[in-house]
């Protein structure tokens, strides 16, 4: 029997549950025959609560790509079990090949996510339901199906563009991977017909933390920066500035899980947790992010098993300023247990009071205010040079960090700050590698992760316990600016062709 490829997602387009704290509580649209499902309004909208779920779930590891493969974090190896040598440790030592299971997962996740997208849509054609209401729900849908492809043409360069669900799996052999250009531009209209649709904000708050127009605006300035359309990125990017958002004047805010400060006035658009309970729609970074053998000594919980991944490398913690008030709020340089002092850094800005183990609260930002003054400073520059203007953005999120304003002319010198700024301010955010790849050609990428690369070998963040470097860990060629796509895929459809070099 022939096996569809990840594109079509015929075997794999499932409904899943809510992801938003606040619509949760949703009956399963997986157990309802999908002719029989898509009636109602009600009904669309827990198809799109499936939708949001499967996000969810890619954003669970999301880190790998965004954090682990940079200079920002490494690893806590367990000198014990070498069991994610081949899988998740290759991320960072930059040993990553097309037949790594991570890969896999990447591609088969988003292109699952993209199948209820898309399914969604079709059927919500012939639903009973408001005109308001099908407005806002296919505008959802639109934004998040140029959130997928916003990271799949960054993580793999061209890919599938589905915008279409397929009755039966044999046309799925037949697509073929679009060039960049076409990606990009599915992305931006899809996000430009999101952005028209939606609201500034939802009069239900039941509906807090769904994709708003200052979402779709702020993906979409984002989308023309990283093409280098810089004229676009401005015009686009100042609108978001008139929707009503604001710098949180306290940092930490914008992670703390409370009710009161849960997508407060900085947070543009960010994945919905909710722990504390049963329903399996919680959050772990603190988890998998705590030192391997910390036990309960960052989490609270010493029955909780702690992952030891995305750990603060030295150059990141090297890299913040005396007097950085986010320093002490993203990472923690060591921790203590029994009266001991280990020296291995956490990332701390996701660590809150939780009620049950390994289940928490926390969020995931993708968009926040600070992210677009950034962006607009950066756009600004690229376009006009370090302007009064751009220097203002910029200096507003040193502001808030407790740094004294910057004054910089040079054109260069102020690219350099702001990429600076946006490391420290998105920090373990997952923004750090497309920020590398959007600021720097192949060949300044290589060299500059192979100094990282000669830094960490010569002195890594954390102990290895006596295990040995492999002659390829740390060692990066121009090909690796863009993942392998998985070699299922390309087995399974031999119209795919993979990316030179693997």
Request: aromatic share 12%; with cysteine.
């Amino acid at each position: 029997m022939k096996r569809i490829t990840a594109a079509g997602m015929i075997l794999l387009g499932t409904l899943m549950s809510s992801c938003s704290e606040d619509f949760l509580n949703q009956s399963d649209p997986t157990k309802v025959g999908v002719n029989l499902f898509y009636k109602n309004e009600e009904q669309v909208k827990q198809a799109l609560n499936g939708v949001y779920g499967g996000v969810q779930s890619l954003t669970n590891t999301a880190y790998l790509f965004g954090e682990f493969q940079t200079d920002n974090t490494t690893v806590d190896l367990n000198p014990a079990d070498r069991g994610g040598a081949g899988s998740w440790e290759a991320f960072e030592y930059g040993t990553v090949n097309s037949g790594n299971g991570e890969i896999a997962n990447l591609w088969n996740g988003y292109y699952s996510v993209l199948y209820n997208c898309n399914l969604t849509l079709e059927k919500m054609v012939d639903a009973e339901m408001s005109e308001t209401g099908r407005k806002e729900i296919e505008a959802q849908l639109k934004f998040l199906r140029a959130y997928m492809y916003f990271n799949l043409v960054q993580y793999f360069g061209g890919v599938i563009i589905v915008t279409s669900t397929l009755s039966v799996p044999d046309p799925a052999f037949d697509l073929v991977r679009s060039t960049e250009a076409e990606v990009w531009a599915q992305i931006e209209k899809d996000l430009k017909e999101a952005a028209a649709a939606l609201p500034d904000k939802y009069t239900n708050a039941a509906d807090k933390g769904r994709a708003t127009k200052g979402a779709a605006l702020s993906l979409l300035g984002k989308s023309y920066l990283t093409q280098k359309k810089y004229a676009d990125a401005v015009t686009t990017l100042k609108q978001v500035t008139a929707l009503g958002y604001a710098l949180n004047a306290n940092y930490a805010d914008n992670f703390d899980p409370a009710p009161s400060k849960k997508n407060g006035p900085e947070s543009i658009f960010e994945i919905q947790y909710q722990g504390d309970n049963d329903l399996g729609e919680w959050s772990n970074f603190e988890y998998v992010f705590a030192p391997r053998v910390s036990k309960g000594a960052v989490t609270g919980y010493a029955a909780g098993t702690n992952g030891g991944r995305n750990v603060p490398t030295n150059d990141i913690m090297a890299t913040y300023e005396k007097g950085d008030l986010r320093k002490d709020i993203s990472l923690k340089p060591d921790f203590t247990l029994d009266g001991k002092v280990y020296p291995v850094p956490y990332v701390f800005k996701y660590n809150y009071a939780h009620t049950i183990v390994n289940r928490t609260n926390t969020n995931w930002p993708v968009l926040r205010y600070a992210d677009v003054l950034l962006m607009l400073a950066e756009a600004i520059n690229e376009q006009s040079g370090a302007t009064a203007e751009a220097l203002a953005y910029l200096n507003q999120i040193r502001k808030r960090a407790g740094l004294a304003d910057v004054a910089i002319a040079d054109k260069v010198a102020f690219r350099a700050a702001v990429l600076k700024e946006r490391r420290l301010e998105l920090a373990f955010e997952n923004h750090r590698w497309f920020d590398l790849k959007r600021t720097k050609t192949p060949a300044e990428w290589v060299a500059f992760m192979n100094a990282h690369g000669a830094r960490e070998r010569a002195k890594p963040t954390v102990d290895r316990g006596n295990v040995p470097f492999n002659s390829t860990d740390y060692v990066y060629t121009e090909n690796e600016y863009v993942l392998p796509l998985p070699a299922p895929q390309i087995l399974i459809n031999q119209k795919l062709t993979q990316n030179p070099g693997y």
